[in-house]
């Protein structure tokens, strides 16, 4: 929300817009590869908030930054479901769109439509995710816009 606001002024902007919000919540975990010996890190896998679930009720993380929402690995653990191999010290990271923001994110945009007619378009970053937001809390959001 504060980064947007910086972005929002009085003045009318002269072209069409339409709008743009995140709705996912996904698991930044790092990937791993094996190179002579030493472990280096190669990009990064998505996975559901329910993994974190697991994860945490297997004694496997604990928070090391609140305000990030990442966490250390404490042991290795490996979920053959899920594709994870996490190493002891590594970090995983929660990304969450929080929906009391994202509605409060739609309230504010809403102010700022310059036509009748506009698109809401939702986002996620993997296109496997599976939304923790129900039809109608996304039509609660679309109907701020009214």
Do not use: C
């Not at 996975?47 to 250390?72: C, G, Q, V, W």
Request: charged share 25%; no cysteine; aromatic share 14%.
């Amino acid at each position: 929300m504060e980064e947007g606001k910086k972005y929002m002024t009085s003045a009318v902007y002269p072209l069409h817009l339409d709008y743009a919000l995140p709705l996912f919540s996904e698991m930044l975990v790092p990937t791993y590869r094996w190179e002579m010996g030493y472990t280096s890190v190669r990009g990064a896998n998505f996975f559901s908030p329910k993994t974190l679930d697991k994860l945490l009720s297997a004694h496997s993380l604990e928070k090391i930054d609140t305000s990030m929402n990442e966490y250390r690995v404490t042991r290795p653990i490996y979920f053959d479901e899920e594709g994870i191999n996490l190493y002891q010290g590594s970090t995983v990271k929660l990304e969450i769109t929080d929906k009391e923001q994202l509605k409060k994110a739609a309230d504010l945009l809403s102010k700022y439509a310059n036509s009748d007619t506009f698109n809401v378009i939702f986002f996620h970053l993997d296109r496997n995710a599976n939304s923790t937001f129900t039809p109608n809390e996304v039509k609660d959001i679309i109907s701020r816009f009214d």
